[in-house]
């Protein structure tokens, strides 16, 4: 291998370790969201590690390719994807307060709430027509917040007195 492919090689290592330094806890938050696993104990959330590392893997492998574009919606974008297909596969719940959605409803979820990606954005990613991410993430909200619904969590938010 030649000094210029080496160097080349070695900065876009160090680029990459620098974004992932600055991004990753927020890219494991979010696989985190979106497996539904429990963030305690400490190491709990091996689901959302292993998601996250493909996720990583796929984002490095197409690293130089980036043309100047946000890396982190590059690894967003994987890590939807790698969750997308591996929730077909796997629909069983992990638990916690997401884990009452489906896995289509905790991404768009995950994606418009917590990523605060556009609703246009979030139907192209997952393929989706605008209107039918719309009345996931709406339907996702309402499961939340009503007592009960699909499991046995209980309501998100403070509780109301009866008067």
Same mark, same amino acid.
């Given at each position: 291998m030649s000094e210029r492919a080496e160097h080349?090689?070695?900065?876009?290592?160090?680029?990459?370790?620098a974004f992932v330094a600055g991004a990753g806890g927020r890219?494991?938050?979010?696989?985190?969201?979106?497996?539904?696993?429990?963030?305690?104990?400490?190491?709990? =959330?091996?689901?959302?590690?292993?998601l996250l590392c493909a996720a990583l893997a796929r984002t490095y492998a197409s690293w130089s390719r980036t043309g100047g574009g946000d890396p982190y919606d590059l690894a967003r974008r994987e890590l939807a994807l790698r969750f997308a297909r591996e929730a077909r596969r796997h629909r069983r719940s992990?638990?916690?307060?997401?884990?009452?959605?489906?896995?289509?409803?905790?991404?768009?979820?995950?994606?418009?709430? =917590?990523?605060?990606?556009?609703?246009?954005?979030?139907?192209?990613?997952?393929?989706?027509?605008?209107?039918?991410?719309?009345?996931?993430?709406?339907?996702?909200?309402?499961?939340?917040?009503?007592?009960?619904?699909r499991g046995s969590a209980g309501p998100v938010g403070p509780r109301r007195r009866a008067s």
């Open positions: 080349r090689d070695r900065l876009r290592a160090q680029e990459f370790e890219l494991l938050h979010t696989a985190t969201l979106l497996t539904a696993e429990p963030p305690e104990p400490p190491g709990a =959330y091996a689901r959302a590690e292993r992990r638990g916690g307060v997401l884990g009452r959605l489906t896995p289509v409803e905790r991404l768009v979820l995950v994606l418009r709430v =917590y990523e605060e990606v556009g609703e246009e954005q979030t139907a192209a990613l997952l393929g989706l027509p605008a209107d039918r991410v719309r009345a996931v993430c709406a339907r996702s909200v309402a499961a939340l917040r009503s007592p009960g619904s």
